[in-house]
């Protein structure tokens, strides 16, 4: 009988083990990251988040590069010279589904980093007293802002994606979303901005925040250049004028022009992401300009007039970007500043009336000629219809702003207007960067306005039963 | 013969001090004991032992072999015994002189080597027979293996298994394999099976996507030396690896090693030395026909004579010595290795102790320059049994091994690097200096010279492992049986790669920028396993009815972490270690921690020992699963008839009692690897400007839940003649459901890919195994054996789609491959290629009779790349099939053009032994299966400044040239576009290994002082048939973690020919 008690008391602990210790012998909570539970608690969380969607929103430059310039009539793509095929392929307008340079995973890990935010923001102001209102305002509005930024990019680049404003939190919620209309996304996006120009503070405790952190006045940046895509050209005048107006930017001087990308952070500036090579953040730019794998359109030089000092800024005589071009590789990329925003409020100027009105016309000289001046060339006089602004307002943009992320939209903005009344000035400007063979399979291509816009990439399609291709791929 | 004294003396002494002496003083028995041979034994021990079999008295003999002893009771019965001898029990019988005489123990000690072998504990029974079995499972003893050149039990085991398929990644020394049970039975975990050693599993935790030098690693099975093993058993379906928990859905080869036994201690001493010559190469351009080659491919490209920097045109260049060579790279980058292996054993044990110790070393070089590989392992096993119920056994062992090898792959750059390059530098005269040759930009600047890379660059592993175990065996009485296992596996890994400014010529910056100048990487990793095992059994034996239930945990624990470290530019190429850096250009580190329970219970039942029932139940938890899926449940059920033991009326004489039917039927379960995929997590990402931020990593994976295989088996196991020939034949039939991967997830949740669920895999086929002795006297004895398979991977449902495509697009160098419904896993997709166009008035769309397609205006309508504006086929380029006849060459027509698994495999042998001499061969063979030849792509695409195979010289010309090799291109066309041009039949047969062995006879030994003495000369990989026109059809050509990486030559080191001499001693 001594002996049976022995297997009993074995046979019971191992039932014991099997009933009681598993479960939490199974939950392991992973030791190198925090789980949604953990997070979202205190004042220094809703920080955290925000600074990481910045930090991801930066990984876009090379989908910048390509979607907003290469494509453009000023930045080639340097075929053989390690580019790559996908990459060539958007220069010349062949882009496929199956072009990884058409994939906006990244660009949606922003918008659902800046979802997570939106989302427990109040969580965090009802858990942290010493979260205020201001603050939680201000992180709102941060989400806001780069949430709308984003699916600009996006409307921009593609016309028409799926639009989420929910955090992506399980595999049991539907991802399944269908594609949502250019016009539904500018909505979307303007109200996001709206909501931001409120939220947001003018200027942040340190330089490198106030430039590097949306301020109230990037929200008024990026609504004028919404605005000017909506054709709301009264709303861009005034939101052009709130950053105008309290004179806290302005025109760097010619002999600091330098300073604009490196170090940065310049009165200029309204955006720009902050790099910083100590902290190992760091670009491609440099190497990806230094390697001949872009190489400028020959009309960028032709653009210049001699006395233009931005050239020397820009382009060298080899066809090589200069811009961001220093010692190390964190230069800034500028998303928006002040010259951008006179010329962007030079064009609204122009469309405002829509029959033309030279008055207008003259305002809008005044604010072009500002950008000249600092450029040391002579002021723009006698341009007398919108046709002939448009064309000054373009090239003038090409000039100041070449290679930072805006000459293709430019072309398909002021192209799109009036349905599609400028098409024949993109084929031209476009085609003009060609020559030979390659002018005619281009101009077959970009003829149709559907292809000025990217193919959704096909892994997007695949893995969205809800996607249908857009119409110039299918 | 006198160390043999001074051992038994040693011994004896150790004896005297260990045995207790008796007190009762009633019946005295005195006398002498003897060996067989008739000499006195010093220090036997003479014992008397109760009903209860303790031990009541004792003594040992003295020096001449006498001893005296006081037994309680003239009926008492004493137990003599020696080391090395059988005890022997004799009654008393109220004598007082009783004169012993002890055998030998060595009969028995083959016997329990027998015995040992077909009682394998290590499916988990415990006092089960595997004669018992009703599960599918194959043996291999390892004792005929002993000579041959193996560094790794993959090597081994190649060629021997029905159904394991074993791939080496590469014939460098100390490279992996892809090892695949019964094909494979998941897309997106690791298919390698399970390998146990001595009942505890083995599994290197350590992160394998830090990785550094290739996707290969250190083969955690190459670190447990061939020498050391006994037998390795393949467990194959579900009734078999059951126990083993979830870690066993992949099968599980089980091995077992040599232990101590009760007998004298015998030194064993192994040693093998090997040349190894790598076989042929591909047969390359020289330098005159490359030079040839590339300014044609410019003249087609560009319509003038010019080359990248007219380097081989301009004699009065400073470089054009340089540029105008004939250097055979792949001869310099190749040589002769050696190999050297030995291994010292010493076993021996008594009544209550038995050991095991055993030390070895290998040192090889590779057939490739700059490669190596070096191992140190030490290992000891204890057994102690504290009493006859109570049994303590303790295994340590390590390992210590390095693995040297290049920053690229040597071979591949050796195939491509122009021939016109130098390996020195030449000055204006054409004369060597002592400098490498290097030019880091311009002509083919991308690629390093091979010679310098493998001088002057670093690349190695180390590796340490430990494991250790103590397991405790409680059988309280014939019923009970209690197993309690601990172990512990860590492992300590270091992967460091250094290329400095010397090996690539590159310009040295002190600037911070990630140049690939002076770059050190080093990845320090390790991995920790904890295993814990309670079993508990019952046995009951009733007459005709043997009666077995038992059950127990199994619980374990791993944890891994690595760190990635690199350093750019570091101030001088001896600086090799990113440690004595001040700033990291990159620093990455994993952390892992996993944690499974499995909760069995099994029965047992067998009737007359005919026929037998046996189920297994099983429910395993894995933390990689959230609360509600976090148990899988798997049962499994089998059975057998041994038919051979019916007295059926008519049956054939010749059928033994052995044969049996055997079925099984059972479920195994898989789980990821990573843990903790049930949270949505957040963690650090790079700062922005000063400030630190977090991100979401992934969303929470409420949904996820266990793989599932459903395992059928019908086995079949034949005994004729006296066991003198034996055969199993094996069908079976898997299905996976809910196959696991980390798949793409819709890319608008801002998340790449994730753990999901979905579609149905099987795999089905036939296994045969057959062994002989053909012939058997007393000179004589010849034994074949013979096995083959047949498995077929086929894709029953995948979700939405019905296919996952590895590249979507047809483009120059790229093949397509699909795992789709209804196809064979690892099937080869793309383009039909159907030679070249012979002028360029041919490449216009035609009709189906041959006349040209005309368009409105009559023109005729080019053959266009892609689409209708896309790139125009012409004369010399490579003609395609187009399936859909549109005239235009794109996705549309890309079918499937091969399949990577063979339709049949296997292997046979022979072994035949003549007086001292035996004689034994092995093939191996795989019949079917189709190769795609990415090097053959890469050496005939005529399309960059990379060299190119002979091949080439049959290239098209000028218009009207008939052949089927296109024109040079340089950067442009679309020649070398996936297609069944380069899809090959992979059939082979290897002569794996052929032997010769002489094993000097007893006598002649015994006179030497020694117990065995045998010389060996063997040759391995000595001979390949086959129709592929690749170097090696086997190499690289198999993962076991990615589905899409298979049946692809990429120029890997070709498996070497081994030239083996060796010997095996023992005393």
Sequence with gaps: MKKNRLYHFILSAFVLFLTTSCEEFLTISPDNSLTKDEFWKTKSDATAAIVGVYSTMRNNLEYFLYWGEVRGDLLRSNAGKGAGVDKEAFDVFIVN????????????????????????????????????????????????????????????????????????????????????????????????????????????????????????????????????????????????????????????????????????????????????????????????????????????????????????????????????????????????????????????????????????????????????????????????????????????????????????????????????????????????????????????????????????????????????QNPYYK | MKYRIQIKIAIAVLFTMCVQLSYAQTFIVKGQVKDAKGLPLPG?????????????????????????????????????????????????????????TLQDNEHSLKEVEVVAKSTVVSNGFLNVDKRNLAAATTTIKMKELEAIPAASIEEVLDGRVSGLMVSMNSGDPGAGAMIQLRGSGSLGLNTKPLIVVDGIPWTSNIPAESDLTSSEGISNLLNIPPSDIATIDILKDAAATAVYGSEGANGVIAITTKRGDNMRPSVTLTSKFSYTRAPGQLPLLNGTQYKTMILEAYQNRYLMEKTPDDLFLEPDNINYENYNNNTDWLKAVTRSGLQSDNNLSIRGGGNSTAYSVSLGYLSETGTTIGTAFQRASGRLAFDYKVSTKLKFTSDVSFTNSLKKENTSALIADANIIAPVKPIYAQ???????????????????????????????????????????????????????????????????????????????????????????????????????????????????????????????????????????????????FILSPYSSYTFSSMKSTSSISRSVSLTSQMLYIFKDKYSVQAIYRRDG???????????????????????????????????????????????????????????????????????????????????????????????????????????????????????????????????????????????????????????????????????????????????????SKQNDINNGAIIQKIRVGDELGAFYGLRYKGVFARDEDAFVKNPDGSFVTDLTGQKIPIRFNNETGYIFQGGDAIYEDINKDGVINMQDVVKIGDSRPKLAGGFGLNATYKEFTFSTLFSFRYGNQIFNATRMKTTSMYNDNNQTTAVMSRWRKQGDETDMPRALYGAGFNWIGSDRYVEDGSFLRLSIVSLSYKMANKTVNKLGLKSLSFTLSGSNLFLWTKYSGVDPEVGTGSNTDPFAVGQDNSVTPRARYYTFSTVVSF
């Design chain 1, 97 to 468: 589904p199956s072009n990884t340079m058409t994939k906006y995973t990244a660009m949606y890990s922003v918008i659902n980093g800046a979802n997570q935010v939106i989302k427990n923001i109040p969580a965090i102001e009802a858990n942290d007293k010493s979260f205020t209102r201001t603050e939680a305002n201000r992180v709102m509005g941060e989400a806001l802002f780069l949430r709308a930024y984003t699916y600009f990019w996006l409307a921009r680049s593609f016309k028409e994606v799926p639009l989420t404003l929910d955090p992506s939190e399980s595999d049991a919620q539907n991802y399944n979303l269908p594609k949502s209309t250019q016009q539904q996304l500018f909505d979307q996006i303007y109200a996001d901005v709206k909501l931001a120009e409120q939220y947001l503070p003018a200027s942040y405790s340190t330089p490198g925040e106030t430039r590097g952190r949306a301020t109230k006045y990037a929200a008024f940046a990026l609504e004028a250049d919404l605005d000017l895509w909506m054709g709301k050209y009264q709303e861009a005048i005034s939101a052009c004028d709130s950053i105008i107006n309290p004179k806290q930017y302005a025109l760097l001087t010619q002999s600091n022009l330098g300073n604009l990308f490196y170090p940065g952070n310049t009165v200029e500036s309204i955006w720009e992401f902050q790099y910083l090579n100590s902290l190992n953040q760091k670009h491609s730019l440099r190497a990806w300009f230094n390697s001949s794998v872009y190489f400028t359109a020959a009309l960028t030089d032709d653009l210049f007039e001699t006395k233009d000092v931005r050239k020397s800024n820009a382009v060298s005589n080899a066809y090589n970007v200069l811009k961001y071009n220093v010692t190390t590789d964190d230069a800034h990329w500028i998303n928006y500043r002040y010259a951008d925003v006179l010329l962007m409020k030079a064009e609204a100027l122009t469309h405002l009336d829509a029959a033309g009105n030279q008055t207008n016309f003259n305002a809008a000289i005044v604010e072009i000629n500002k950008v000249r001046a600092r450029a040391g060339v002579e002021p723009l006089v006698g341009l007398t219809s919108i046709a002939e602004l448009d064309e000054a307002i373009l090239d003038e943009r090409g000039r100041e702003l070449c290679f930072e992320g805006k000459r293709w939209f430019d072309l398909v903005r002021i192209a799109s207007r009036d349905n599609n009344s400028g098409k024949s000035m993109l084929i031209s400007r476009v085609l003009s960067s060609f020559d030979g063979i390659d002018q005619q399979i281009v101009s077959l291509r970009i003829s149709n306005p559907e292809s000025w816009y990217l193919p959704l990439n096909s892994d997007a399609i695949n893995n969205n039963t809800s996607l249908v």
């Design chain 2, 622 to 804: 894995s933390s990689a699963f959230g609360g509600k899926n976090r148990f899988g449940n798997f049962p499994s059920l089998s059975g057998f008839w041994r038919f051979g033991a019916e007295k059926l009326t008519g049956k054939a004489k010749w059928i033994d009692n052995e044969s049996k039917i055997r079925f099984s039927w059972g479920l195994t379960g898989r789980a990821p690897a990573v843990s903790a995929s049930n949270y949505a997590t957040y963690s650090s990402t790079t700062n922005y400007g000063e400030l630190a931020g977090v991100k979401p990593d992934n969303f929470e994976l409420t949904t996820l839940r266990w793989e599932t295989t459903e395992q059928r088996n019908l086995g079949l196991d034949l005994s004729l003649f006296k066991n003198r020939f034996n055969a199993t034949v094996e069908a079976y039939d898997n299905i996976t459901n809910d196959l696991l991967w980390a798949r793409p997830v819709a890319t608008n949740s801002g998340f790449e890919s994730a753990y999901q669920n979905f579609g149905e895999l099987q795999n089905r086929g036939i296994e045969l195994e057959m062994t002989g002795v053909v012939v058997k006297n007393k000179k004589w004895r010849v034994a074949a054996n013979f096995n083959i398979y047949k498995n077929q991977s086929k894709i029953l449902s995948l979700p939405s789609g019905n296919e996952i």
């Design chain 2, 44 to 100: 036997a021990t003479v014992i008397e032992r109760d009903a209860n079999n303790r031990t009541i008295s004792g003594v040992s003999t003295d020096v001449n072999g006498n001893y005296q002893l006081r037994a309680s009771k003239p009926t008492a019965v004493l137990i003599v015994s020696f080391i090395g001898c059988k005890s022997q029990e004799v009654k008393v019988n109220s004598r007082n002189l009783i004169n012993v």
């Design chain 2, 427 to 573: 000055d204006r005269f054409g004369n060597n200096t002592y400098n490498y040759f290097l030019n880091p930009t311009g002509f083919q600047g991308g690629i390093n010279n091979p010679v310098a890379t493998a001088y002057l660059a670093n690349a190695q592993s180390k590796s340490d492992l430990m494991n250790s175990s103590v397991q405790m065996q409680l059988r309280p009485n014939e019923k009970w049986n209690i197993l309690s296992v601990l172990s512990l596996q860590y492992e300590n890994a270091e992967s460091d790669k250094f290329l400095p400014q010397s090996a690539t010529g590159k310009e040295y910056t002190r600037t911070n920028i990630a140049s690939g100048v002076n770059t050190a990487t080093s990845i320090p990793k390790y991995g920790l396993t904890l295993y814990q095992k309670n079993w508990l059994t019952y046995n009951l034996t009733k007459k005709d009815h043997t009666f077995t239930i038992g059950g127990g945990t199994i619980v374990k624990e791993n944890r891994a972490r690595s760190l990635t470290l690199v350093t750019d530019n570091t101030a001088s190429e």
